[in-house]
């Protein structure tokens, strides 16, 4: 028998490192994918193409025209179409998912087409625009979603762009007036759409009847921008290069009054405007209604990438070596505790957040009788997604070290699309102040949902020495909403009522770090309690005690995180303080040997497409320089052998 | 009278944004550099230069030409000789912080011609080699640092290639024997070195005698390779595009015995190896000895990007506008609370790492005394200051939304500069436990120079009903350094002594988050302290209430931090616990009138070649659509003004 170089701990942990029941990852990838599960293998085989093959150094042009290619080959497989929205929502949310895999850029310039341009159609289109929709599905009609402007981006309700309609002509006027106007961060702007959705406010007969949207043409066949539309190009950014985006300005551009896309509101053949909603301000909501389902394409980006890096910087650390007990470098990084302190509690809450995320996208498909309750979810599952998929990648590419620094270990694109999803289609932390609005004005109507908790923290939980199991966590995570919006109504009713202060005053002044906090513990709970709901419908035993093992380390990870609040408050005691952090580091090692079980329950196809060479033979991919050459670095990491020593 | 659409609250707010004392300005400007005041005037000029200004959409080629540009440039600018290592070693730190200010990739480039490969020089050269070294300061002599391999960037003193002195010829010959012994992210190396200095375990009559290094050329004077020697560019990166990145292999190159660096260690003519340092092991840290400096660079440059990126997020906040209480997009978003308590607690927390990374400057430039101190305190700055300009860049452009998300905004800039920092020369979760292994070593010896506490906050703070007065938050945070070394020191006593665990076990897979918490207390103690002695000789009387009013509002955000932590011990009570939250969100609104005194007093200059357009007439600049013409945003925001309407 060979003598072990590792301590008698370490090869434990080595060992542990390399088990692996294909049985449990099959149970879990039917639980973090929640659509049919015969459309992955489709969208697998669609990446196979060696279109999708990652490339680097390119100039803008170069990485446009090729998120352009990759656009045009997705939409020729017919994996999706803009009539899904009507007969198979989750499909929509589900391209987004694999999309985001393969290139953040080809994700996004997907959801401007399908979703932000191809999705306001089916909402709002009526019989005379049919046949316009029909080009959208194969990129005929390819169209960007004229919205945001420069000096509006939190504030669109007030945007300046203007269709006036005039009357004799029967044809809206689209002005952009100032430089404030212009249409800013437009995807698919700079090169490739030939139509646009334009929002603007609508004045007919010298009347302001509220922000309205138009079909309007802004390229002709030759790709020339159309008269009165000026393009410019918005240029590099911190990353997803590969979208083009444009600023837009129209000046005085033509449109005829069917272009105004009216199913809700109209300007009939005589020239009167028509609408059932009475108020501006609904109108608005009404047209801008894909921003709502543009948050979940965007967690669906965001959930997938962070899975892709999760995957990417612990199979790197399975097999990436350094300094073990002999003093050479033959220990894998992953046995370090270090590592697996950074890296499974983010797994373990990204688990959570995926099945929160799923419960979204189930509610995205049948809002029926939850219909109050859409905005705030989108608004959370967003934020928690977004904001996790920074961390996550922050923290991969730090532990990935020098290998995470390189543009072939793609952990980069995690952090560049991370922060697009952070503040596009609503900044997060302007998302987290809708929900306490939403919150406040449903508790008005008795409508907020209050999490069941089954003890009362407050009361009960400080005579525990310890607050570490499961049913205690999620009492303590899910006590933080309820005790959060019992402080936000007590400071409010305080300062408005009997201090006689300015709503606007309070919200913006005072009370912002309260505001988050609400939200966030709304968000975290509906997470939780949607995790726990799915997890206990499993039927797979050891996939299900693998996801009871996640969801209490996340909710671990949630309590240590807000220990401060919890303490000073009196809800645990002082000892089950103290307690809680051997907890916390004890279920991190509960973790250890399941973390292929997971990795592979992800399910993200093992082609060189889309997996970077450092983690897969990258000593042989450094045997030469190309950093394209991704062939190079051969087959996969085998994780049940553990590393090539 | 016009009536104000503000509300007065917010009118305060926005008037409090508009104050500015220049005198403030100009004795914080002396606080927050370290160096004699009449160098920064020399290299703002430098800076003029047409040369630095922004250029996007750029090949690898183009960018790393233009870095060298700048980098030819800034040498024959002769702000900096590598003899400034023995006249004024200030001047390093100086220069980099300086350049971190205009192109990471240039500053870079600098750290290694003149830290890496000059600061080797200038420690281990002997008389022979000075006739070479002259020729640095002007880049004739162009240098990389052939010191990491693919397989040894924790653990190099394990580093596989080797130099095997030939008796006979009286040459090193030089070897990577493996793909992982490739000298890998070598900067320089790909373009533009013509030498290295390369680091090789030394075998001279076939006995290993530890590290040492030698001047390698690298390549001819056509620029071509020199035989034996195999140069591959990394190609593209997360950031920092600008750095010529390589691997480098040797096969069997010669070099005379006198291309040794033989200060400590040599090979005597007759072919004997003579050194008065007897292990191996301590031969490598003296030959390794310029990552010390290494990392003091690295901090220089974060602690200039991370001040930078404050500048851009806040003047960009106190001009763009967002929804103010008439609806309309009137308000400058730096009034928003939510705005002010992301920024100016990282603006407080900045100026704080700031005086104790002036106080390493010192350090390095005069250790006398405090030899001990060095290594922990190079590595306890840089953790901190790095993870810092992650944390600030990454919060800075989320607050700027789609405006720091261009790439001309450059706040993106710190995010790639940051991840190349926190594990460039040392990881910095590695550095923790070098320092942490550093106080154990001292402590044995009675060395380690504990904090001054004038109180004992586990006996005293607990009675109080606040902790929020500065003598109370100094001793807390000092505290949690004396009690985490109490604690880490019992519990190694414990599991090594009674239990009879490994070190090496107990070390890497038991109290992982004990040692990152021990390094991260001395960390902060070590800035705080320093952040304090240099505060208190302040004699301006207001510049030293605004940095006090900043190191109040540090600690409150320390101690907030560590709350549960602080709760769960029984070192404050919950009373004080609850007290705090108030007491930090004074503190923030406490800073507002002072932003402007802080930020002028970064003196970072006004000319466009630094200044992103979103923090001039970003407006203006948007009327054209060429990103890199940054002279159209015009002039600078007038912060004294207010924003336009």
Redesign the interface.
Known sequence: MVESKY?P??QA?ISSLTKHDPAVSEALKNVLFNDNPSKVAKWHALFADPLFYPK??M??DEMRAIAYKRLKKVADAKLFSIYDFINDPKNLLTAHEMLSLCDGALATKFTVQFNLFGGTLIALHTDRHKEFMSKVDSLAHMGCFCF?E??????AV?METTAIYDEAKKEFVINSPT??S?K??ITNGACHANYAIVFAQTLVKGKNEGVNSFIVPIRDEQMKPCTGVTI????????LNGIDNG?LKFSHVRVPRTAMLNKFNDVTESGEFKSDIKKNSQRFFKVADRLLSGRLCISAMCISGTKMNLLIAIRYSQQR?????S???DTPIM????QQ??LLPLLARTIVLNLGYNSAKDLFANPKGRENEVVRVCCAVKGLVSWNY?KVS?VC??RC????????AR??EG?QGS??G???EG???VLMQKIVKDILSDLQKELHRQPQMTRCPERQLPKQESVGDLESLMNLVYYREVAEIKSITEVLQKKIMEESK?F??VW??????DI?SLALAFSERYALENALSIAAKVTDLKAKEVLAKAIRLHCLLLV?E?????????VIS?KA??A??GEY?QAVKDIVPHVNDIIEGFNIPKIPQLAPPIIRDY??F???????NVEAAGGFFDFTKGPKL
């Open positions: 301590t701990t370490t942990i680097q150094n100039s803008l945001t420069l000096g509006y981006g939190n504030n007030e430089t404030l212009q800013y961060w410019e190009d918005m240029g590099w950014k911190m990353g600023k070596l350094s300094v073990g007990a003093g050479l470098s046995a370090y505790q270090l302190n950074a920074e922050t590419r730090e070290g020098g290998g995470g620094y390189t543009a072939h952990i980069h952090i922060h697009s952070m503040t596009a900044d997060n932390r300015k606007y005053d913006m002044h005072e009370i912002s770090d988050q240590r807000n220990l401060g609040w919890y303490l000073a408050n009196g002082p303080g103290l809680l952090e580091q000593i042989k450094n045997e030469q320089s190309d950093p394209d």
